[in-house]
């Protein structure tokens, strides 16, 4: 028999780091770009996919990077940058070549509709939107944007995948501590981690309703709603990550 | 591993990686799943009856996510129980992918044009028959490149995750960056040739696709002939860049080796993201000042 509070006392603090890892996942889906549908027509600014395909190909490409060096090195710091810059690396790759598409293949230049003038390059915005569209590519502003959701985003991911390695390789008494290289824990870990990356990124979706271009963006102030959500949400699946988990340790890995 | 075969894995992955972003995008061109589908699908409402397929089984990333993972469960069944060898097992694995994906092809265009019979959408059954098997070929190549990427990261890199897992996860990864770069080729360029090159699609033209093509009735076989001179390759470029320096990164500085060749290893990841971000900037600067201003700044004139 499995004591639960005796898996739960142990780890209040990965219980609060994974909380944690959600709400940085909500947050960090608001900087990221996107613009759906209408961005494959070049008829609004942003990346041409879905908020959560996007943020989740790139938290994806963050876990991938994570569980790699979590099996090299267990330092905190170094795993979570492993997150957050494999995240970045991804969306960057896919910005440029989708900046290369644009510029090239359709003749459009990078424009944002939402702001007069880029905030970073101060470059005028109105008179290079085309006609009819809401923008079109993905100007400097939204391509920082990105980037910086996808470190939040690539962070939020390896926490939640760190603390729950931390949880399954923890000495419980009276049971042999599973290894770091356990391939049950880490296909459970990391099958965990893509739900619990999925439901904090489709959370924020609500207030993003398609498009939104970045830090820049209007919608963009709505993101404490989403953290609030995301915050309570992540408790319940944070304490049943922690009772699963556990409880493969209990049970010696399988 | 010796560094220098790692890193020859590396590159054979990264080729592989680029053959899967490259068939990915074309798989979506010539069925026609993607962001740009919407249009596909609007055209008949407005009154636009067409011969392009139209399959969006699911978004990229899911779709391609599951055929990877029944072609990766296939080969591993295959390796594991039977004692095939990896590459024949993987072959076999990707051939089962590509035939459940051509049977979701065939229900998902069925369901969709039938649902469109009352805007006289007809059901082309010669479209069917000679779509379907290009469908498969591109998935095919998607799955067993994919495979292959995953196959030599778990057995020769050593990545810790199962096969089975990396194989789905790059699946949705290599959806995400072919629906978010290739299709917009596709989108905004194959699917209304007619409107003014170097323009956004205007919203009033919604739904207007070119139903005519070279020669005969435009289908997807045209917009994949098209794409395949740009919008495909650039999207396995794409994905070969993110497995590539994604990998590549922790080759260079092994984290297994110290906290600070950890750190390093993050390090030159952000250098390179900063580079590609530089580009981009470069880029949008270059073509505001060929392609120039689509309106006048009156406000100014009046200044003056």
Request: hydrophobic share 50%; glycine share 12%; charged share 10%.
């Amino acid at each position: 028999m499995i004591d639960i509070v005796g898996l739960i006392a142990p780890n209040i603090f990965w219980i609060l780091a994974i909380v944690i890892g959600g709400t940085l996942i909500s947050i960090s889906v608001h900087f990221i770009s996107v613009g759906g549908a209408p961005a494959a027509m070049a008829q609004a600014t942003g990346i041409g996919t879905g908020t959560v395909m996007l943020a989740a190909g790139a938290g994806i490409a963050g876990i991938i990077a994570a569980g790699a060096v979590m099996d090299l090195n267990q330092n905190f710091g170094v795993v979570l940058g492993a997150g957050g810059v494999g995240a970045m690396v991804m969306l960057a790759a896919t910005m440029i070549v989708a900046t290369w598409i644009y510029a090239y293949g359709v003749g459009v230049m990078p424009v944002s509709a939402k702001v007069k003038y880029d905030p970073i390059t101060k470059y005028r915005q109105d008179l290079y939107v085309s006609q009819g569209t809401e923008g079109h590519g993905i100007p400097t502003v939204a391509f920082v944007s990105s980037l910086l959701g996808g470190l939040l985003g690539g962070i939020g991911a390896a926490l939640a995948y760190y603390a729950l390695m931390k949880v399954g390789t923890y000495a419980y008494s009276g049971v042999t501590p599973l290894e770091v290289h356990n391939l049950n824990l880490v296909g459970v870990v990391a099958t965990f981690t893509i739900g619990f990356f999925f439901i904090n990124s489709v959370i924020p979706s609500y207030n993003i309703v398609g498009t939104i271009e970045g830090f820049h963006d209007p919608k963009f102030k709505r993101w404490p709603k989403a953290a609030v959500a995301s915050f309570i949400a992540s408790i319940p699946l944070g304490i049943v990550a922690v009772i699963a988990v556990g409880a493969l340790a209990f049970a010696g890995g399988l | 591993m010796e560094p220098l075969i790692s890193m020859g894995v590396l590159a054979l992955i990264g080729a592989a990686a680029t053959i899967a972003g490259a068939s990915e995008d074309l798989e979506s061109d010539v069925g026609s799943q993607s962001n740009a589908n919407s249009q596909v699908q609007l055209a008949p409402q407005m009154g636009y009856i067409h011969r392009i397929y139209n399959k969006a089984i699911a978004g990229e990333p899911v779709s391609n996510g599951m055929m990877c993972t029944i072609g990766a469960t296939g080969a591993l069944v295959l390796i594991k129980h039977f004692g095939f060898s990896p590459l024949f097992a993987l072959v076999i694995g990707a051939l089962i992918a590509a035939m459940v994906h051509g049977s979701y092809s065939v229900t998902a265009i069925m369901g969709r044009e039938a649902s469109q019979a009352r805007f006289k959408q007809p059901i082309y059954l010669d479209l069917i028959r000679s779509h379907t098997p290009v469908i498969m070929a591109f998935a095919f190549l998607t799955t067993f490149s994919v495979e292959v990427v995953s196959y030599l990261m778990v057995y020769s890199l050593a990545h810790p995750f199962p096969f089975v897992l990396l194989s789905f996860l790059w699946g949705i990864v290599v959806g995400s960056v072919g629906s978010a770069t290739g299709d917009v080729h596709l989108g905004a360029e194959r699917q209304f040739q007619q409107q003014p090159f170097g323009e956004g699609l205007n919203a009033s033209q919604s739904g207007s696709i070119v139903r005519k093509g070279e020669s005969g009735l435009r289908n997807g076989i045209d917009n994949l002939w098209f794409c395949s001179k740009f919008g495909g390759p650039m999207t396995g470029v794409s994905f070969g860049m993110v497995v590539f320096l994604g990998t590549w990164i922790i080759l260079v500085f092994d984290p297994k080796n110290g906290v600070v060749d950890g750190w390093l290893s993050n390090l030159l990841g952000v250098v390179i993201v900063i580079v590609l971000g530089v580009w981009n900037w470069h880029i949008e600067k270059e073509t505001r000042e060929k392609y120039g201003p689509f309106k006048e700044d009156k406000g100014e004139e009046v200044s003056a």
